[in-house]
């Protein structure tokens, strides 16, 4: 046998099965630690973290490969290695090399934030638990083969459910009203079997709970997901703050939309359009073009950020534009081996894209900044609070340089209507994320929650405080396909809350930046260097914010948002 390297790089990686990986999990687990020996400690922390970077690279340039072309048979072999195989197997064995540390008493300042993590980890874990959580796995590849097999009749033609998103947004209102009431037939026919999926999961849920020693799964989950800085009890704060400020902010925007569609009321389908009726934006045509002008934009906000992504181009590190063959949707992923970023996407000319490609390259800064400035990869873990304030942040820094007159990509009246269309959806977001959380604590602490009268009457009751004036007459069975629309529910439960939280953060990161842009986008550099290396409240004050559950912190964002939008509106 050739003699193994303890410092592997990704490619000696690629090709390898989890049995030619786990003998280098085993010597790592067999080293002997000592609390008097540090050095000996810090050592073989640098080997492990060696280890990871290099499987990780591997297993990401594997996903990335088969992102941009699932057509090739060897390529999706190496996805499924690494994802189905070998990524599961290696979260084991880190778990397993995360108690032998904590067992050393080992720590230091910089690492004492994964350290918590790890010990959180340790003392939920029972070994019950596992054929459980496999148990919930089952369920949720259930959903998502339901749900994802879903195709509708439109104009003669069996399309899936994402080709109606554009009429769903049609000038025409009753093409609107078509595409917007046929998304829901499928769910409405499978309405029982999405219930009793929902059931089994909040039994096994709740026994998983219960053998970890909690009450129930939402306390269990509040530790599992690491949420050391809120309670649920801040979650109910939030909700009554989103009904005080938020909610009446989109009450004043639907009236103004009523009058500008000269409408009597407003129905589900009339609230995203363009309410003068305008085609769709289209601010770029080729790829290289929306490019060049990012990077003009990111140069813009901070001459560091146009080196970012100027590297990004060099290195080859974007795969943009919509092609045959690409997986859908969007993502950024990192290379840890190079330090480097990778943003896949599927743009095809829209104003989304623009905010898709601004919103991944925030993380992808993340990724640039906390990867020079901490050695471990463990050190890097920032949660999603704090990943979606460096992506949600960049989206607003970046909103005042995307006219095309400063190098950016919109023409005159297409920059405001493009700025108002972004900030309307800040707007309404909060709405919908305290429905959907208040709707998801109440799921795992009522005691009626498998009852489906119950469970649908409440979702009316939670909806209609956080929206109280759209009209939905007629509409009941659609209004309750909405809920097992939301796949959150189903396959990452409770993980919702954390957009908004992280909303509230970007908010005032723009705030600062509308007074100051040189501090405010310092600070944020500040922020994204820390990685996960300290707790999220001070992630957040070195970005120049705060956590806010309260009605105060809310109000003076959604009056910064509104006097925005009279300005662009002018
Ligand atoms: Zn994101």
Redesign the pocket.
């Known amino acids: 046998m050739t003699e193994v390297s303890t410092h592997p790089t990704p490619a000696q990686l690629a090709d390898a099965t989890w049995e030619e990986i786990l003998p280098r999990y085993d010597a790592l687990a067999s080293v002997e630690l000592s609390a008097d020996d540090p050095a000996g400690i810090e050592t073989w922390l640098e080997t492990w973290n060696a280890l990871d970077v290099a499987l990780v690279e591997a297993s990401q340039l594997a996903n990335v490969a088969y992102s941009i072309d699932t057509t090739d048979p060897a390529k999706e072999e190496a996805y499924l290695r690494f994802s189905g195989q070998i990524g599961p197997r290696a979260s084991e064995q880190r778990v397993r090399l995360a108690s032998k540390l904590l067992d050393t008493g080992y720590t230091r300042p910089d690492l004492e934030t994964a350290l918590r993590r790890f010990r959180t980890d340790q003392e939920i874990h029972r070994a019950e638990n596992v054929a459980l959580e496999q148990e919930t796995q089952a369920l949720q590849a259930k959903y998502s083969k339901i749900t994802g097999g879903m195709t509708v009749k439109w104009r003669g033609e069996d399309v899936p459910l994402p080709r109606l998103n554009p009429f769903m947004q049609d000038p025409d209102r009753p093409t609107r009203e078509s595409a917007w009431r046929l998304q829901f037939a499928p769910y409405i026919d499978t309405k029982e079997e999405i219930d009793t999926i929902l059931d089994d999961q909040i039994e096994l849920r709740q026994q998983i709970a219960r053998n970890a020693g909690f009450e129930n799964y939402r306390d269990y989950t509040f530790a599992a997901k690491h949420r050391y800085d809120y309670t649920p009890a801040d979650c109910f704060s939030f909700h009554d703050a989103v009904a005080e400020t938020f909610v009446r902010a989109n009450q004043r925007r639907h009236a103004r939309r009523k009058e500008l569609m000269q409408l009597d009321t407003l129905r589900p389908w009339d609230l995203t359009p363009d309410p003068l009726g305008r085609p769709a934006l289209k601010p770029y045509s080729d790829i290289e073009d929306l490019n060049s002008r990012a990077e003009t934009i990111f140069t813009r906000v901070d001459p560091v950020f146009g080196t970012y992504f100027a590297t990004m181009r060099k290195e080859e590190l974007l795969d943009l534009e919509s092609r045959k063959g690409k997986r859908p949707g969007g993502f950024c992923t990192s290379f840890p081996y190079r330090k480097r970023p990778f943003i896949f996407m599927n743009a095809a000319g829209t104003a989304s894209d623009v905010r898709t490609l601004l919103?991944?390259a925030g993380?992808a800064f993340h990724g640039f900044e906390s990867a020079a400035n901490l050695d471990l990869l463990m050190q890097r873990y920032y949660g999603s609070e704090m990943?979606?304030v460096a992506?949600m942040s960049m989206e607003l820094l970046a909103a005042p340089y995307l006219h095309r007159k400063d190098g950016g990509l919109f023409e005159d009246g297409d920059f405001e209507r493009g700025a108002i269309e972004h900030l309307e959806g800040i707007l309404a977001i909060f709405a919908w994320v305290a429905t959907v959380d208040a709707f998801q604590q109440w799921l795992y602490t009522a005691p009626d929650a498998l009852d489906h009268k119950a469970r649908d009457a409440k979702w009316i009751e939670i909806w209609s405080r956080f929206d109280p004036d759209t009209d939905w007459e007629g509409l009941e069975a659609e209004r309750l396909a909405r809920w097992h629309k939301q796949l959150h529910i189903f396959l990452y439960p409770f993980y919702y809350i954390e957009y908004a939280i992280a909303q509230l953060g970007a908010l005032q990161v723009w705030r600062n930046a509308l007074k100051d842009q040189a501090k405010a986008t310092a600070d944020y550099r500040v922020a994204l260097a820390l990685g996960g290396s300290k707790p999220l409240p001070e992630l957040f004050a070195a970005a120049g914010a705060r956590l806010i559950f309260d009605a105060e912190g809310m109000a003076e964002l959604v009056e910064l948002i509104e006097g925005q939008i009279a300005t662009l509106e002018a």
Do not use: D, T
């Open positions: 919103h991944e993380h990943a979606e992506s």
